[in-house]
């Protein structure tokens, strides 16, 4: 029964949140701050379960794993969506105006319909960009950290370099006229699918929800040790679109990380794009002190 449980889960749990933007009540939708709530109790319940049902004893959570998987929880809902909003949501929604587009029928579109459709906006540009991120070297640069855990836990998803993850949020959803309450909804699911996508919980949804979505088996895989095997399952939440292009691996991991495994300081994480120029700097200094 506890097995049947933990598997159906993922799906109960989206079932949830899709009744709550759906039908809550009008005051809580409205309200900016329901979002950041919604977020952060999915993110609690999903982190709560791995000490009820752990996956792997080696991923098991420690004080300094969690705080640092919180700062940058912390760092996301914050400076991170500050700068999004800023740099891409505001400009892309004045140039739409400017440009006199009109996305009006969206407005009209059935309630899961438009759900529907942002989630896939944000998985299809999320997956080009973290194929990307593993196929051209200054882009890996600003990824790497995040391959860097040597453990997977309900906030792993939002470890990283700031410039990656300013990247990987970047979407047209801005584009398209949607309620709000049908956006944030697509954004809680892929918060719950994520969630559980990086999670010590041992919990195997049906097969038809890991034909769909992203699961902690597909995406372990994808945090392999060596580097060409992390080459594959690139959907943060929609595994289908693995399935499409060509780069779904179906398998699971139970040990994550990258180069010889050494986990990175959040000062090392951030640097770490720059990590060749300083190498290069060291270096010539090197050479300068011996030919004295």
Same mark, same amino acid.
């Given at each position: 029964?506890?097995?049947?449980?933990?598997?159906?889960?993922?799906?109960?749990?989206?079932?949830?949140?899709?009744?709550?933007?759906?039908?809550?009540?009008?005051? !809580?939708?409205?309200?900016?701050?329901?979002?950041?709530?919604?977020?952060?109790?999915?993110?609690?319940?999903?982190?709560?379960?791995? #000490? !009820?049902?752990?996956? =792997?004893?080696?991923?098991?959570?420690?004080?300094? @794993?969690?705080?640092?998987?919180?700062?940058?929880?912390? !760092?996301?809902?914050?400076?991170?969506? #500050?700068?999004?909003?800023?740099?891409?949501?505001?400009?892309?929604?004045?140039?739409? &105006?400017?440009?006199?587009?009109?996305?009006?029928?969206?407005? &009209?579109?059935?309630?899961?319909?438009?759900?529907?459709?942002?989630?896939?906006?944000?998985?299809?540009?999320?997956? #080009?960009? =973290?194929?990307?991120?593993?196929? #051209?070297?200054?882009?890996?640069?600003?990824?790497?950290?995040?391959?860097?855990?040597?453990?997977?836990?309900?906030?792993?998803?939002?470890?990283?370099?700031?410039?990656?993850?300013?990247?990987? $949020?970047?979407?047209?959803?801005?584009?398209?006229?949607?309620? @709000?309450?049908?956006?944030?909804?697509?954004?809680?699911?892929?918060?719950?699918? $994520?969630?559980?996508?990086?999670?010590?919980?041992?919990?195997?949804?049906?097969?038809?929800?890991?034909?769909?979505?992203?699961?902690? +088996?597909? =995406?372990?895989?994808?945090? $392999?040790?060596?580097?060409?095997?992390?080459?594959?399952?690139?959907?943060?939440?929609?595994?289908?679109?693995?399935?499409?292009?060509?780069?779904?691996?179906?398998?699971?991991?139970?040990?994550?990380? +990258?180069?010889? /495994?050494?986990?990175?300081?959040?000062?090392?994480?951030?640097?770490?794009?720059?990590?060749?120029?300083? @190498?290069?700097?060291?270096? /010539?200094?090197?050479?300068?002190?011996?030919?004295?």
């Amino acid at each position: 029964m506890k097995k049947t449980i933990f598997n159906l889960l993922p799906p109960m749990t989206i079932a949830v949140v899709i009744l709550f933007w759906a039908f809550g009540p009008a005051a !809580l939708l409205k309200n900016g701050w329901t979002i950041v709530v919604t977020s952060a109790v999915i993110t609690a319940f999903v982190q709560g379960l791995e #000490w !009820l049902n752990e996956r =792997h004893t080696g991923w098991r959570l420690d004080r300094r @794993e969690f705080f640092t998987d919180l700062f940058y929880v912390v !760092l996301g809902a914050s400076a991170i969506a #500050w700068v999004t909003n800023k740099l891409a949501e505001e400009p892309l929604k004045a140039a739409k &105006h400017s440009l006199g587009v009109s996305t009006e029928w969206a407005m &009209h579109m059935p309630f899961l319909a438009q759900v529907a459709l942002v989630v896939f906006l944000v998985e299809f540009g999320q997956y #080009w960009m =973290h194929r990307l991120m593993h196929n #051209w070297t200054p882009f890996w640069l600003t990824h790497a950290p995040h391959h860097h855990i040597t453990q997977l836990n309900a906030m792993k998803g939002a470890v990283g370099n700031p410039l990656e993850l300013f990247l990987i $949020s970047l979407s047209v959803v801005a584009l398209f006229d949607l309620p @709000e309450a049908a956006e944030f909804c697509a954004f809680n699911i892929l918060t719950v699918i $994520s969630t559980f996508a990086h999670a010590n919980v041992r919990s195997d949804p049906p097969k038809w929800y890991s034909f769909f979505f992203t699961t902690i +088996q597909h =995406h372990s895989l994808h945090h $392999s040790v060596v580097y060409e095997d992390t080459r594959c399952n690139y959907g943060n939440s929609l595994i289908l679109l693995d399935r499409i292009f060509g780069t779904f691996r179906a398998g699971e991991s139970a040990i994550v990380g +990258q180069d010889d /495994r050494k986990r990175l300081s959040i000062w090392e994480q951030f640097i770490f794009p720059a990590r060749p120029v300083i @190498e290069k700097i060291k270096a /010539r200094q090197a050479t300068q002190v011996e030919a004295a």
